[in-house]
């Protein structure tokens, strides 16, 4: 259980910490600084390479999380804020996949063809969608660690 806990953390330290790099820092910076035949490029690089690391770190969240909830289903019941972890956390792959097959295969599309104003509309996309699943992301680690005392 503890080493499933180690990689259940290590997956949401780098998919959390990612996201909360990508949209707080980068994101600012990278719109004060580069116009969006520097920006757009940047971002595709960046974001393919992030995401790759991504799909690790879902596979350690889901894998390490549905082993746990295994472990508790044969202990005792799961307690709520495990069910309310494991909803937030699904939705979060979905949210994930979605801007991975869709708006992210958009961006490289139009960086390939340099058709700027797509590449910021998709790049919009990818921008809210992150914002939803840094906040959810955040969320569930409150839901994880004070939901547990309820
Ligand atoms: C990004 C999504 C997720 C985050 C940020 C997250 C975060 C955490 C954190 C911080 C802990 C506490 C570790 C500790 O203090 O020992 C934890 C425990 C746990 N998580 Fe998650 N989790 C996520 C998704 C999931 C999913 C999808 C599942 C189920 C498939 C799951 C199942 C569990 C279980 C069973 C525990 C152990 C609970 C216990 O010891 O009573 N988590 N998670």
């Given at each position: 259980?503890?080493v499933?806990?180690?990689?259940?953390?290590?997956?949401?330290?780098?998919?959390?910490?990612?996201?909360?790099?990508?949209y707080?820092?980068?994101r600012p910076?990278?719109?004060?600084?580069?116009?969006?035949?520097?920006?757009?490029?940047?971002?595709?690089?960046?974001?393919?390479?992030?995401?790759?690391?991504?799909?690790?770190?879902?596979?350690?969240?889901?894998?390490?999380?549905?082993?746990m909830?295994?472990?508790?289903?044969?202990?005792?019941?799961?307690?709520?804020?495990?069910?309310?972890?494991?909803?937030?956390?699904?939705?979060?792959?979905?949210?994930?996949?979605?801007?991975?097959?869709?708006?992210?295969?958009?961006?490289?599309?139009?960086?390939?063809?340099?058709?700027?104003?797509?590449?910021?509309?998709?790049?919009?996309?990818?921008?809210?969608?992150v914002?939803?699943?840094?906040?959810?992301?955040?969320?569930?680690?409150?839901?994880?660690?004070?939901?547990a005392?309820?």
């Amino acid at each position: 259980m503890k080493v499933a806990v180690l990689f259940h953390l290590l997956g949401a330290v780098v998919w959390i910490g990612g996201m909360f790099f990508a949209y707080m820092a980068l994101r600012p910076a990278a719109a004060a600084l580069l116009e969006p035949p520097q920006r757009l490029p940047l971002w595709t690089a960046t974001l393919a390479r992030f995401f790759a690391w991504v799909w690790v770190a879902v596979a350690f969240v889901l894998g390490s999380g549905f082993y746990m909830v295994g472990v508790l289903a044969q202990v005792a019941r799961i307690p709520l804020y495990v069910h309310a972890m494991l909803y937030i956390g699904l939705v979060m792959t979905l949210i994930f996949a979605y801007v991975y097959f869709s708006p992210f295969a958009a961006l490289k599309r139009a960086v390939a063809q340099k058709a700027w104003p797509q590449g910021g509309a998709a790049l919009n996309q990818i921008r809210r969608a992150v914002a939803v699943n840094l906040s959810l992301g955040l969320a569930n680690i409150a839901v994880a660690t004070v939901g547990a005392g309820f």
